[in-house]
């Protein structure tokens, strides 16, 4: 069932479950968290009517961002505040990405269509989580590039990644419930055309209960596994911690030039 009961600008979690969460304002988005014992999911559930969202890879200078920090300073130049945030999908040694990548209408890596390689990006069916101005969709990689022409011109943002962990409600049939297969792991998943969620495991989980939690708990219909062990979900991490990534989706609020605070971390 879809969880509807939440306080937008604070911490929440639904009634009934073990996790109590504490109050912290939030602007632009609903910071929760879901579950219990060691299959809570904490998330950065978001609506395209009220929040701006956008994926981030270089500044200026064409410098990799690469962490929340680096990210919060550089919106803070823009007066602009980085409200919650996450690694886009999987990205190579060099923090390219290694499928489709479109920032603000320009693509910038395109659409890997390969099927015969290894890693979790190239698990069956692999997708795109796009962003268009009234719409957030996940779609897999067969059904984007059999509508490449028609949705380009719309398409804002995307990020290609893989596995797709849901498929209109379904839980991808190569996962296997009760697997040893336990990361801390990162996705986005949709609930309706313009609501979604940036969602990321506390603890180690194998791909069938994170699907299962994300469709059950959050009502998700359609997700997109963004990666695995490197994860990172701002601000609940409270910070950087570990290595650097690719690309990031984040959404943000205006703020006065007076006010400028860029998440804590390392620079």
């Known amino acids: 069932m879809r969880p509807s009961l939440y306080s937008r600008c604070q911490w929440t979690a639904l009634p009934g479950l073990a996790l109590a969460l504490a109050t912290l304002p ?22 395209l009517s009220q929040d701006t969202v956008r994926m981030f890879w270089r500044d200026a200078d064409g410098s990799v961002l690469g962490n929340f920090n680096r990210l919060g300073a550089f919106l803070a130049e823009r007066n602009e505040k980085l409200v919650c945030a996450t690694n886009a999908g999987i990205y190579g040694m060099d923090l390219r990405p290694i499928g489709l990548y479109i920032e603000a209408g320009r693509t910038l890596h395109k659409l890997n269509t390969r099927k015969d390689a290894h890693g979790n990006f190239y698990l069956q069916p692999n997708g795109v989580f796009l962003l268009a101005d009234d719409e957030a969709v996940i779609l897999t990689t067969d059904e984007i590039a059999s509508e490449w022409e028609t949705r380009l011109p719309f398409i804002r943002y995307a990020t290609q990644s893989g596995p797709v962990l849901l498929h209109d409600g379904q839980i991808n049939p190569l996962f296997t419930p009760g697997s040893d297969n336990r990361v801390v792991r990162n996705a986005a998943c949709t609930q309706s055309a313009t609501t979604f969620a940036l969602v990321k495991s506390r603890f180690p989980i194998n791909f069938h209960d994170f699907a299962r939690q994300l469709r059950d708990t959050l009502g998700c219909q359609n997700a997109l596994y963004l990666d695995g062990s490197i994860s990172q979900l701002y601000p609940f991490d409270g910070g950087n911690m570990g290595p650097n990534f690719g690309a990031i989706i984040g959404a943000t ?14 620079r």
């Open 26 to 47: 939030a602007p632009a988005a609903t910071l929760a968290s879901y579950g219990q014992d060691d299959q809570v999911i904490d998330a950065c559930l978001l609506n």
């Open 253 to 266: 609020v205006v703020q006065a030039p007076h006010a400028r605070i860029a998440p804590n971390g390392p």
